[in-house]
């Protein structure tokens, strides 16, 4: 099973951000996406995940085989693709209890076959509460997260740790197969890094999960491991390796790439 981009063009108000994107990553599998501000690698992140803003003016997106790009982002969720955000947005007046009850049971299909009965009884588009509450208490312990966080309103007033910590909670309970993290490690401090990682390495050995990490940095790799390593720059993948390319970019910065292929336009 594999998520596949072939030669992927994206424009956002006319201007041409995406340059010809090509990129396979399989289940299991953990590739960094590194470049720097500016490269378009969030541009990346919410197309595939269907932003309306990002307009795809050429190429192709496959997940196990079945055109990505013609759903909309609810069926991209259901089909197991997920995004953590570099910002999260705050949701005042809704619990991040009942947004990830609600998240999980669409995720998972209760809606549909509340719709199938008829929807005659109350909640059924709901899995039931008990069983919620017993895994997302489980996946809280393993985030070192406080059961009286689901009572906050989603981020609003969450730190950058809290924030990250609840995407890592919500990937928790949607299990997906592929995720994307985009810098996930922006605002973290050490400790919260750590937890989020090991949450993460979890979830990927248990869900099979395959992951594009973005980050511009090496500290989220010291404890994400990749075994491909990508170079983004000016809308496209340039350069394609292996962990020594993280060592070079933290030794040398993107001088050398940007010598390589020219300075921006």
Do not use: C
């Not at 929807?119 to 996946?139: K, Y």
């Amino acid at each position: 099973m594999e998520l596949i981009i072939q030669d992927l063009h994206v424009s956002v108000e006319g201007e041409e951000i995406l340059k010809g994107v090509t990129l396979t990553v399989r289940r299991g599998e953990t590739h960094a996406l590194m470049g720097p501000n500016g490269s378009g690698k969030s541009t990346l992140s919410y197309t595939l995940m269907g932003h309306p803003k990002y307009t795809v003016t050429q190429g192709t997106v496959l997940l196990d085989g079945e055109d990505l790009l013609a759903l909309p982002p609810d069926e991209r969720a259901r089909r197991g693709l997920f995004l953590a955000m570099q910002y999260p947005v705050a949701v005042p007046g809704v619990t991040l209890y009942s947004f990830l009850h609600a998240a999980t049971s669409a995720q998972r299909g209760y809606s549909d076959r509340a719709r199938q009965q008829g929807g005659g009884r109350l909640h059924a588009h709901l899995m039931p509460a008990r069983e919620f509450r017993q895994e997302v208490n489980e996946q809280l312990a393993h985030l070192k997260m406080d059961p009286a966080f689901l009572r906050r309103y989603l981020n609003e007033g969450f730190s950058g740790g809290e924030k990250k910590r609840a995407e890592i909670l919500q990937l928790a309970l949607l299990k997906p197969r592929f995720a994307i993290l985009d810098e996930t490690d922006s605002g973290l401090d050490i400790d919260a890094l750590r937890i989020v990682a090991e949450g993460v390495n979890r979830l990927q050995e248990e869900l099979d999960l395959g992951l594009l990490v973005i980050t511009h940095y090496q500290r989220i790799l010291n404890y994400i491991r990749p075994q491909h390593v990508h170079i983004f720059y000016q809308g496209q993948v340039v350069i394609s390796g292996g962990p020594e390319l993280v060592q070079r970019l933290e030794q040398e910065g993107y001088d050398w790439v940007q010598a390589r292929f020219g300075a921006p336009a």
